[in-house]
């Protein structure tokens, strides 16, 4: 079956650095991807989403890239905020009406 | 556009007692909604899949007669835990996938249970 497999937490950065958070998937069809950022206490917010190969989704500063040919989405940031800090998942969709295959999230944590 | 509610956000109640969760999909039509279920510091464990006047669809494990799903139009689903223990105390998410859009789900805030 289809599965998303991203690096493990947590990350803790300082403000102002390079985020990478690492996103492999397989999958039997072509699925779209996505990233979802769930701060404390709160539900998941897409953050972007990418439906096709070579397709980078972007918002916030946050990007990744929808790489076919290595199955990867790594989620990149330049410089990252305190308020940045959250949990994010890596997730796809497969066919019409399947629901979501999440990633087990990677908690980020931004010091001042 | 795209926002969905959850009712109530957070609830403490008794064991044995049943508490009713209610996800609505405010500004689209939902034929879809998804229920998961989030332990602390956990991923999403999904729960069930209900489709607008159909029977849910519960995954492997989920107790269908203590989740009890009800999806009576394109913008209500609502979880009732049954006679609920402390043991299903966890945070409750609902998702609901536009009808007219492309794979994507939109998610409720998540709400709170406290079985005490």
């Known amino acids: 079956g289809d599965s998303v497999t991203q690096m493990e937490g947590p990350v803790t950065l300082s403000e102002e650095a390079f985020l990478t958070i690492n996103c492999t998937y397989t999958a039997t069809g072509y699925p779209s991807l996505f990233w979802y950022v769930q701060y404390p206490g709160e539900g998941l917010q897409l953050l972007l989403k990418?439906?096709?190969?070579?397709d980078k989704g972007s918002n916030k500063g946050f990007e990744a890239t929808y790489r076919k040919e290595t199955t990867s989405f790594h989620l990149e940031k330049g410089s990252v905020q305190v308020s940045d800090s959250a949990v994010y998942f890596c997730?796809?969709?497969?066919?019409?009406?399947?629901?979501?295959?999440f990633g087990k999230g990677t908690r980020l944590s931004v010091i001042a | 556009g795209a926002v969905v509610s959850q009712h109530p956000s957070w609830v403490i109640c008794k064991s044995g007692t049943s508490v009713k969760i209610e996800c609505r999909s405010l500004d689209f039509q939902a034929t879809t909604m998804f229920w998961y279920r989030q332990f602390p510091k956990q991923s999403l464990m999904l729960m069930a899949t209900?489709?607008?006047?159909?029977?849910?669809?519960?995954e492997q494990g989920v107790e269908k007669d203590k989740f009890l799903i009800n999806h009576a139009s394109l913008t209500l689903s609502t979880l009732t835990v049954t006679s609920a223990h402390p043991e299903d105390s966890s945070f409750y998410i609902c998702?609901?996938?536009?009808?007219?859009?492309?794979?994507?789900?939109?998610f409720g805030p998540g709400t709170r249970l406290t079985v005490t």
């Open positions: 997730a796809l969709s497969d066919l019409g009406n399947t629901p979501l295959v």
């Open positions: 990418a439906t096709k190969a070579d």
């Open positions: 209900s489709n607008e006047g159909s029977k849910a669809t519960y």
């Open positions: 998702s609901a996938r536009d009808r007219m859009g492309q794979y994507e789900q939109y």
